[in-house]
Structures are given as C-alpha cells and as structure tokens.
C-alpha cells in the first residue's frame, strides 16, 4: 500500500558541521570529497523521511564548488525533495559556509541528487506523492521534471555518440586537440 501524499516540508532536513583540520587539503581548504560526503548524507536523510524507506543514491547534478570552504567555518547543507517520480526522487541541495567570528554566510553550491527508494526486497518501490504548497514548490517540481526529461535525451545522445566513435580517424578528429597518440 503506497504511503499517502506528503508536503515537501515534512523531509526538509539540514545538517550542520564544523569544518575541522583533518578536513583540509594540502593548500589548507576543505576537501571537495567532504563535502559531496555531507552532501550524499542529507539527501538520504531527506529523501528517507519522505519516502518512509531505505534509499539509494543514483545520480548527482552539477557539483561545481564556487567557492572554497576554510577551515573553522561551519557548513550548513539544507535539502528539500524537489520531485517525485514512481520510485525515485530528486533532492536539492544548498550547501552555505558561515565565518563564525563575522557571521558572514556564502553560498559554496546548489546541487541535485537522485535518490530512488527501495521495499524491503531491495527492489524499487513506489514513493508517496509531493504536496505543493508554495509558487516556488510548483516551479521546483517542474524544473526538475523539465530536467529529468533534458538528461534522458542527452544520455540517450551519448549512447549513440559512443557507438559512433572511429578510433581509425582519430588522428583527424584529435588534430585540433591538445593530445598525442602514442599507440603500443
Ligand atoms: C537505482 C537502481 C535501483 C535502478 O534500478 P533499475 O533496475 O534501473 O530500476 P528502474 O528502471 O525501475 O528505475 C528505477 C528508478 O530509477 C530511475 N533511474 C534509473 N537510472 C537512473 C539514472 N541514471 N539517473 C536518474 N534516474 C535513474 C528511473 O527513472 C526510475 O525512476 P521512477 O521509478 O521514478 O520512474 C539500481 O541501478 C541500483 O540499485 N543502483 C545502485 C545504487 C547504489 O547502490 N547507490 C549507492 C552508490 S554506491
């Protein structure tokens, strides 16, 4: 029996940590990993509360970091469910750092992962509808839809892009490109 429908406030869930040394690179900045470990973290606690049920992380959108994160600062990574398929459900992200001497909050990155909900035999399982409750909600919902059907298409267009490769007209294709064929 499929849960019955709930609002995207419900599984708005946000995490908070402080950025300790051992979370630094050699040029004393916050690992990228880090983050997209955080990250991966509040999209299952989100998408879980929605869904009722243990979730699976299946693709992530756009992680481009703006702009570095130092050590001391605390990340907040604040997700809301943005869209719900038949099984799977698409979590945003924003993640901000905050100076905790200045107060001054910046916004590292927005990102999207697709979660999918599974039943107890591991399989896919049906995910509770979304209640949209704002404009906003509404413009979500339907951004993601738009985009979910976006990267279908593209993936779709690599498949047959890859099938198409010649490497025998390599030498051609890459003569532009800053490579050199060394072929054993
Ligand atoms: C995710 C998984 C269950 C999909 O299995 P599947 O046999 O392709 O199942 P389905 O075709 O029924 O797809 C299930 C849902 O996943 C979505 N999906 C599948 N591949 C996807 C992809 N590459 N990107 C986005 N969504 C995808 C489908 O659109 C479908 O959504 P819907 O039910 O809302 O329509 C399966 O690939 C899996 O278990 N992957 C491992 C996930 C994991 O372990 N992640 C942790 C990282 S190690």
């Known amino acids: 029996m499929t849960e019955p429908a709930r609002s995207v406030k419900v599984s708005q869930t946000t995490i908070t940590e402080l950025m300790i040394p051992s979370y630094a690179n050699f040029g004393g900045k916050i690992h990228g990993g880090i983050l997209l470990s955080l990250m991966d973290k ?4 989100c998408a879980s509360k929605h869904a009722a049920s243990y979730c699976v992380t299946v693709s ?4 481009e970091f703006l702009q570095p994160v130092e050590v001391g600062e605390l990340v907040s990574l604040h997700a809301s469910v943005n869209y719900v398929g038949n099984s ?10 905050m100076n905790v001497k200045t107060g001054v909050i910046k916004h590292t990155n927005s990102s999207y992962f697709t979660m999918v909900a599974k039943g107890d035999d591991d399989k896919p ?11 906003e909600e509404i413009k979500r919902f339907i951004e993601a839809m738009r985009m979910k059907e976006i990267k279908t298409k593209i993936r779709h267009e690599m498949d047959d892009a890859r ?3 010649e490497v025998s007209r ?7 490109e800053r490579c050199v064929i060394k072929l054993n």
């Open 42 to 45: 509040v999209a299952y606690a």
């Open 60 to 63: 992530v959108d756009k992680v």
């Open 125 to 135: 399982m049906t995910v509770p509808k979304l209640i949209l409750e704002s404009e």
């Open 170 to 176: 390599a030498s051609e294709v890459l003569k532009n």
């Open 88 to 97: 799977s459900l698409i979590v945003g992200i924003r993640v901000e750092a």
């Open 163 to 165: 099938s198409r490769i």
